[in-house]
Nanobody, 116 residues
């Protein structure tokens, strides 16, 4: 079992920055990779960025150059630094831990609202 707790969401003006955190606990040794997803009202949940246990990162095109995913293994925490935020980035952001192709865990989500 893996437990994920996100924090760091909030309200920010367009062009501003936020840093999300995702603290993992439990069977963290079983985690292969972690990622951030987001879901805006009326939309499906979509991938934002991932980071493997080895530190390899991957981003979707709409956040490249603006968002950075990183991890602190000593703190069992993954971060998402979000810069140059746009109103279209408004969503609930979820942390995900990939344990196996058929098993993963989600956090409870944190709201990010970007005003124009």
């Amino acid at each position: 079992q893996v437990h994920l707790v996100e924090s760091g969401g909030g309200l920010v003006q367009a062009g501003g920055s936020l840093r999300l955190s995702c603290a993992a606990s439990g069977s963290i040794f079983s985690i292969n990779a972690m990622g951030w997803y987001r879901q805006a009202p009326g939309n499906q949940r979509e991938l934002v960025a991932t980071i493997t246990s080895g530190g390899d990162t991957n981003y979707v095109d709409f956040v490249k150059g603006r968002f950075t995913i990183s991890r602190d293994n000593a703190k069992n925490t993954v971060y998402l630094q979000m810069n140059s935020l746009k109103p279209g980035d408004t969503a609930v952001y979820y942390c995900y831990a990939d344990v196996s192709p058929r098993l993963g865990y989600w956090g409870q989500g944190t709201q990010v609202t970007v005003s124009s």
